[in-house]
């Protein structure tokens, strides 16, 4: 069942998550290395944990992304 | 204690021209901040318009929003200047403070005309946001009585009320968090446990099946 699926997803927690205050401390860094194309993830497998749980913080990951890509 | 920041030249040409000129005074540093500013202006406007699918905000109010996150971005940037630390280009430090003032204002500009109230508790509704086929919804009826008979036994009074809000009726979270003068990460956090309580529930009745990643 694919809605199924859907709501497992949204109830799976990772442990790495750290948090809104934590990823947001670093987005601008997280961002850099993002739009720098390093391993973001890789570097801060907590804040990548977050944004993928996250609405809000993701929003401000695409939007500040976007900001520093679009020039 | 956080790091120092690197020596200037250590930074990059353009992060090193834009702490220069702000350190600098007079007719320098105000050139600066009015392109600074009008950089914020800029990025806040392309902010609001992308994220307007997701606000009741619109039209003026929406410019206006993008206008006040600017100028409080600019006041946040000169004011904690000396805790740039170069860890990332200046502008993409600058930038995160106006992305942050466009979340929280829109966050807070929600109330203003709200598609919900709080506490509306819309339950009939959560098979829709769950992306749940109306034809289908008695095969989620013992699913989803599990999720409520969770949220109303085994969450507190304050779990319950954000969960609904956010989970159940859709309130952004940011519009949550300033109706009840909470930061974001509080907000979270109640979810986060939420989540955590519901999934075990529902794997202990045998409607999940897999552990998946564990708790912190």
Aim: aromatic fraction near 6%.
């Amino acid at each position: 069942m694919r809605e199924l699926g859907r709501l497992e997803r949204f109830l799976r927690t990772d442990p790495r998550d750290v948090g809104c205050d934590e990823a947001m401390a670093v987005l601008h860094i997280y961002v850099d290395l993002v739009a720098a194309g390093e391993d973001a993830a890789g570097r801060y497998p907590g804040v990548a944990a977050h944004l993928l749980a996250c609405g809000p913080c993701c929003e401000d990951f695409a939007g500040l992304l976007l900001a520093v890509t679009s020039g | 204690m956080q790091p120092a920041r690197q020596p200037i030249e250590d930074l990059d040409e353009e992060s090193a021209a834009w702490v220069c000129r702000l350190g600098a005074g007079g007719g320098e540093r105000q050139a600066a901040e009015r392109e600074l500013y009008a950089r914020l202006v800029r990025i806040a406007l392309a902010e609001v318009r992308r994220r307007s699918a997701s606000t009741p905000v619109t039209g003026p109010e929406l410019d206006d929003v993008a206008h006040q996150a600017a100028g409080d971005a600019m006041l946040a940037i000169l004011a904690k200047l000396g805790d740039f630390r170069g860890e990332s280009r200046f502008i993409t430090w600058a930038y995160r403070f106006v992305i942050l003032e466009v979340s929280g204002k829109l966050g807070r500009h929600y109330w203003r005309s709200p598609p919900v109230a709080l506490d509306a508790g819309q339950w009939e509704r959560l098979p829709g946001r769950l992306g749940i086929d109306p034809a289908r919804h008695a095969e989620w009826a013992g699913i989803l009585a599990e999720v409520r008979r969770v949220v109303d036994d085994e969450l507190t009074v304050h779990q319950r009320r954000v969960f609904v809000a956010v989970v159940v009726d859709g309130i952004p979270l940011d519009a949550l968090a300033a109706e009840l003068g909470l930061r974001r990460n509080a907000i979270y956090k109640v979810i986060f446990d939420a989540r955590r309580k519901i999934r075990r529930a529902l794997v202990a009745n045998g409607y999940l099946d897999e552990p998946g990643l564990e708790q912190r």
